[in-house]
C-alpha cells in the first residue's frame, strides 16, 4: 500500500492510495505516527480490502488535496547514515576524508516539521552553500531491540524518499554536522510511504537526483555499504527503535560539495529525488 499525509478540510489527514487512482481518507488514526504506532493486522487486512473494493466510498482525487510530508511532524530526531556509498566518500575526501573507515557512520537530523512534495526549499540568507542528497529512508513499524540481522526487515512498516537538505558552510562551522542539516525546511520526505511488502527487494532500487532537469546522482540501493538490516540490527542493540523512527540511509555521489568546482543550489532551483517503485519528490528553492 502506499500511505499519504494530506490536508483536507484544514485538517491533517492520513490517506492510502485506492486501485482507483484516487485517495482514501483513514479515520480510525489521529495522524500518521498514529497509524505507524498501533495499527493491527487486521486493520491492514482491512485497508487493502477497501484499497481494492470497487465500492469504496469517500474517495476524492489528489486535486482536491495538498500533499504534505508522509510523516509532517517526526516522533523523534531521523537517524543519519553518512558517507554509505563509496562514490560519496571519494568525492567529499579531500574536505573530510572517511577512506578506509570501516565502521558505519551515524549522526542525527532535527526535523521539527518536515517539508513535502511541493513545498519550498528555505533559503536561508546565513547558509551559502544549500546543497541536496537524494536518500532511502525506512520507516521502522514496531519497538525493536536487539534484533538480529536476518529478522530487522520484519520490523520495517515502509519505504520513501528523503532528501537530506545540508547547509555546508554551517555543517563545517561547527564541526558536528547536526546544525547545518537541521535547520527548519532541511528535511524533505515523500510524496509517500511504500509499504515494506509492496517494494520487494530493497538492495536494487534505482535513485537518482535532479536539479533542472540535469541528472546529478545516479545509483542503486545494491551499492549501500552499510545495508538496512545490519544497520537496523546494530542500533537496536544500544538502544531501542521506537515505531516511527525514520532512518535515512545515507546518499550516492554527485551533491553539489563534491563538485569542482562546487555548484551549491540557489534561488529558483527545482531539485527532484527519485526512487525506483516509491516515486518523485520535488522541491523548489524559495
Known amino acids: 500500500m502506499r500511505f499519504y499525509t494530506v490536508e483536507h478540510g484544514g485538517r491533517q489527514l492520513a490517506a492510502v492510495l485506492h486501485k482507483s487512482g484516487k485517495l482514501l481518507l483513514i479515520k480510525d488514526f489521529s495522524d500518521m505516527n498514529s497509524l505507524i504506532e498501533h495499527i493491527t493486522d487486521e486493520q491492514t487486512k482491512k485497508l487493502e480490502a477497501m484499497c481494492n473494493d470497487d465500492n469504496s466510498e469517500g474517495l476524492i482525487s489528489f486535486e482536491e488535496v495538498k500533499l504534505c510530508s508522509p510523516v509532517p511532524n517526526p516522533k523523534q530526531d531521523i537517524i543519519c547514515l553518512g558517507v554509505n556509498y563509496k562514490e560519496h566518500i571519494e568525492e567529499t575526501q579531500d574536505i573530510e576524508s572517511f577512506v578506509g573507515n570501516e565502521a558505519a557512520v551515524y549522526f542525527s537530523k532535527r526535523a521539527n516539521y518536515a517539508i513535502g512534495d511541493g513545498d519550498l526549499i528555505p533559503n536561508y540568507d546565513f547558509v551559502d552553500s544549500l546543497d ?63 509499504s515494506a511488502d509492496e517494494i520487494g527487494d530493497i538492495n536494487s532500487l534505482s535513485l537518482t537526483c535532479r536539479v533542472n532537469g540535469e541528472i546529478r546522482q545516479s545509483s542503486n540501493t545494491s551499492l549501500m555499504i552499510t545495508k538496512i538490516p545490519q544497520a537496523i540490527s546494530e542500533l537496536s542493540r544500544g538502544f531501542m527503535l521506537k515505531a516511527g523512527t525514520i532512518i535515512s540511509t545515507g546518499t550516492p555521489g554527485g551533491v553539489a560539495l563534491g563538485m569542482k568546482p562546487p555548484r551549491y543550489l540557489k534561488s529558483g532551483d527545482e531539485v527532484v529525488c527519485e526512487i525506483e517503485k516509491i516515486g518523485k519528490l520535488k522541491n523548489i528553492v524559495s
Open 132 to 194: 541536496y542528497e537524494v536518500e532511502l529512508g525506512v520507516i521502522i513499524g514496531k519497538d525493536c531491540r536487539n534484533v538480529s540481522e536476518q529478522n530487522a526487515l520484519g520490523y520495517v512498516f515502509g519505504y520513501t524518499i528523503v532528501n537530506d537538505i545540508s547547509g555546508r558552510n554551517m555543517q563545517f562551522l561547527h564541526k558536528q554536522w547536526f546544525f547545518g542539516k537541521s535547520l527548519d525546511g532541511y528535511t524533505a520526505i515523500g510524496p509517500c510511504i511504500v
